[in-house]
């Protein structure tokens, strides 16, 4: 059975940090980019952060660089998304996804083949 779980959501005041957490089960590992994408209330899903399973390439989107890290231990098949200095505007229901091979498509919502459930993330002025 394929599964995506996130864990590390939480309630956190502007300007504190969480790390996520996205396990991975039942698939190849090495062939997937795992990414994470948020949806904020009335908004459209966004794609923040990727990392290739294969050579750790990464990505960010403008709205989180510089303050958000992603990271991945192969060994566990678990990715990590270090959240810090975080705002208001990060409010958000975060999912990871995989995506086959590298992080050009993560963000391209029928690409992806496999969706976590998702962690709310709240973060308070």
């Known amino acids: 059975e394929v599964q995506l779980v996130e864990s590390g959501g939480g309630l956190v005041q502007a300007g504190g940090s969480l790390r996520l957490s996205c396990a991975a089960s039942?698939?190849?590992?090495?062939?997937?980019?795992i990414g994470w994408l948020r949806q904020a209330p009335g908004k459209e899903r966004e794609g923040i952060s990727c990392?290739?399973?294969?050579?750790?390439?990464?990505y960010y989107a403008d709205s989180v660089k510089g303050r958000f890290t992603i990271s991945s231990d192969n060994a566990k098949n678990t990715v990590y998304l270090q959240m810090n200095s975080l705002k208001p505007e990060d409010t958000a229901v975060y999912h990871c996804?995989?995506?086959?091979?590298?992080?050009?498509?993560?963000?391209?919502?029928?690409?992806?083949?496999?969706w976590g459930q998702g962690t709310q993330v709240t973060v308070s002025s």
């Open positions: 996804a995989a995506v086959p091979g590298d992080c050009s498509y993560y963000h391209t919502e029928i690409l992806i083949h496999y």
């Open positions: 039942g698939f190849t590992f090495d062939d997937y980019a």
């Open positions: 990392i290739s399973s294969s050579d750790s390439s990464t």
